[in-house]
């Protein structure tokens, strides 16, 4: 057995955990150059399960698609640092303000590109949306089965995988044919730190717009060592209809976005002195709030 | 055509709570827009869920009873609510932002290259002026949720597609009966004819579900701690006191990251949304988080030492002091008052 042929669908996303004071521009949008871009961490659980895989499975490949701006290359990179085999860069003035359907359809052309693969793996869903709905569109525009909510993969051969899913109140397990979609758990294994052999080897790994970009010349590098090349692909690369891309491509609209404000009411502030405690139970009493 | 569906899911023949919850929303908006509301349940043994579903405001209920169907898998259910949507032409689709939901809404709305919203907090029905075009749309679905983990609210709209669906979670609408003796009309979905054998790729090898043992949603009244309660022992008074006023203890996540209280008891945008009458946090210092998960409540109460605490600002009423003097004399002046 040669082993599998896996995709891992990943996105840089900005960390909205870690939210502070300048993070709402005065007018009460986001200021996304306040937070850090970060690999979207059940993309890293999902990273993770196909590593593990990998080492079960010797001769099986695993390349990262991403969609985004140029820099998300940073994530490929990230993921070739542990372990992951390349990756390629969906990115396009066009695909901006994409939602979720218009972004699936985007995402299942280049995992056809990548055909024939044996798995997809994503993280179930992004920090910044919080939606998990690009892993289902995707599986259902590639017309196969999907996982969801994957902790652990138990086992898998040619035909078949078998996976632990996480759900409200316990766990299941479903065997499911080849190939499937999977979408990893947070409760999934956290992904292994970067491999000091894969970080030289992938440190000049870049993409195109990178080369252009960067005052070195890795011309000859990059021509001795074609696995360094971070591949972008464009709306034509990937064959996709414009009409299906962007806010176009997209039924879902923003109409009106609020910085989350809490009103103030109106704050009865009390001491806890015995007669304050006591007139308190008293109204409540009262007002049949308790009693 | 043009009416609202709500999917229900079941738990052994039980309809469940988010579903209710769904038709009773759903009801309210066929009231607002003069349509329908059809509810669809697909699983097995579904013979009892007719009675529990009428009651909540449901016109019509499809079913799809085959022992296949239960417990779900994704493939035949999207396949089921994928045909009836295309047959149908409902203008409203509602799911649970559950396992389950999540996992099938996703699919329908690519199948049918429509709209979806998730974890709705909020559904309203209002007009849209589109700017560019200035197309004017009547009586469209406003998706309010949370976005941005929880730093922004987004009012979602999907003009141009049909249906407008979207997902919300359990414990965000209350559910109401609106009467108990309600029927409406019952349509058998024939599974033979709509399935076929590659539905069934996928199959369950073993389930372990555990049934929920504590229930702070249906508390009216929740007494939580948050970090600032200091340790487990400290939760005993938190204890003491829902104990004395028949209500139910829980958490912030600080407390539940603190090993203080266990996750099922944890409220907010992770955990539960409650709306108990009576609310009290107790040393919780009201992160936007939990505030998300507990905003609806009634009567807040605050009991906490710092006078700044971003709590206090939802808060009906603010104890300034140490909670471990103050809810001794909580449980006192309300057993004297009682008497």
Redesign the interface.
Known sequence: MKGFKIVLLAKQVPD??N?GKD??KAD?T?NRAALPAIFNPEDLNGLELALRIKDKYPGTTINVLTMGPARAAEIIREAMYRGADGGYLVTDRKFAGS???AT?YALSLAVKKLSPFHIVIAGRQA???????????V???LGL?????AEEIISTDKKEV?VKRR???????????LPVVITAHSSAPGCRSRHAKYTIKYKNAKSLSELQESSEDYLQLHKERPYLLIEEWSVDDIGADVGQLGLSG???????????V???????????E?S???N???D??ANH??? | MDNIFVYCETDEGQVAEVSLELLTKGRSLADLLKCKLEAVVIGSGLNDTERQIFPYGADVIYVADDKRLYPYTTLPHAAIVRRLFEQEKPQIGLFGATSIGRDLAPRIASALKCGLTADCTELEIGDHTETRTNKQYKNILYQIRPAFGGNIIATIINPDTRPQLATVREGVMKKEVLSPGRKGVVKNIDTGKWLNQEDFAVRIIERHIESRKVNIKNSGVIVAGGYGVGSKENFGNLYDLAHVLGGEVAGSRAAVDGGFIEHERQVGQTGVTVRPKLYFACGISGQIQHRAGMDQSAIIISINNDPEAPINQIADYTIIGDLNEIIPKLIKYYQKNTK
Do not use: C, H, W
């Open positions: 909205t955990r939210v993070t709402m009460g986001v939602d979720t359907l699936s920090i910044d949306g919080d939606t998990a709905q690009v892993g289902p569109q599986a259902e525009k089965p999907q996982i969801t909510y078998t759900l409200e109140r316990g766990v299941e397990t479903v065997a499911a044919p997209s039924p879902t609209k923003v109409k009106k976005i609020e910085n989350v809490f009103t103030s009411k109106e704050s009865i502030v009390l001491s806890g015995d304050e405690v006591d308190l139970m008293k409540l009493i709030t308790i009693g």
